[in-house]
């Protein structure tokens, strides 16, 4: 299996906190994607990061990716309720060209 | 601008019933996708395909079958519908570059339940 885990699996914090998700994988890849998911909708694209990367900032959003460790995680600064939803983080292997996988997932609540 | 658009949003079969589910994107993608959802857990792919004519094994693809219409649509397949393939189901399309794929974009899901 190309997809690890996602880690915590709960996240419960108080507004204006910051969140921290890691996701871990088990093959190499061409890039690692976030995805963020609200409750009974599809999923949004947060940021991709291709495997040269090591960190890239979109907004309040920090992802980070270290290919030695084939972990990445991202961080959400100055949570708020709005930011409350599921996220994912998904991989291309480098050897299965558009196979997208995706981890269980983190469910993240921000509490007002 | 509709994106990604699934059809049925919601179906109801009886075991053993089959039935399609339509999926079409108007961002002119090469790459589309169907995934499933069930309760609590992450998407697992059922089936892709990354061009016109062309399709490959996902991680679960027992028990379906897919077909890469045109460019725009991509269909997904029960043939004998069981129990087990309650789930929600998600179709997705991408453009691909030079040497990565890109983001996916998604639909808003098709709940379907076998009973």
């Known amino acids: 299996s190309q997809q690890g885990e996602e880690d915590p699996q709960a996240l419960s914090i108080q507004e204006g906190e910051n969140a921290t998700m890691n996701c871990s994988y088990k093959t190499s890849i061409n890039n690692l994607q976030w995805y963020r998911q609200n409750s009974g909708r599809g999923l949004v694209h947060l940021i991709l990061i291709r495997s040269n990367e090591r960190e890239k900032h979109s907004g309040r959003l920090r992802v980070t990716l270290d290919t030695s460790k084939k972990s990445s995680s991202l961080l959400i600064t100055a949570s708020r309720a709005a930011d409350t939803a599921s996220y994912f983080c998904a991989t291309e292997g480098k050897t299965s060209y558009d196979k997208v996988i995706f981890g269980p997932g983190t469910s993240l609540s921000v509490i007002p | 601008n509709a994106g990604v658009t699934q059809t049925p949003k919601f179906q109801v079969l009886k075991t053993g019933q089959s039935m399609t589910l339509q999926c079409a994107q108007d961002?002119?993608?090469?790459?589309m996708y169907w995934y499933r959802q069930d309760p609590g857990m992450g998407l697992r792919l059922i089936y892709y395909?990354?061009?016109?004519?062309?399709?490959d094994k996902g991680e679960v693809p027992n028990g379906y079958n897919v077909s890469r219409l045109n460019k725009r649509e991509f269909s997904l397949r029960l043939e004998s519908a069981a129990p087990s393939q309650t789930s929600v189901y998600f179709c997705?399309?991408?453009?691909?570059?030079?040497?990565?794929?890109?983001?996916?974009?998604f639909g808003e899901g098709s709940r379907l339940t076998v009973l």
């Open positions: 961002m002119n993608h090469n790459s």
């Open positions: 997705a399309s991408s453009i691909r570059t030079y040497s990565n794929t890109g983001e996916l974009f």
């Open positions: 395909s990354a061009s016109e004519g062309t399709t």
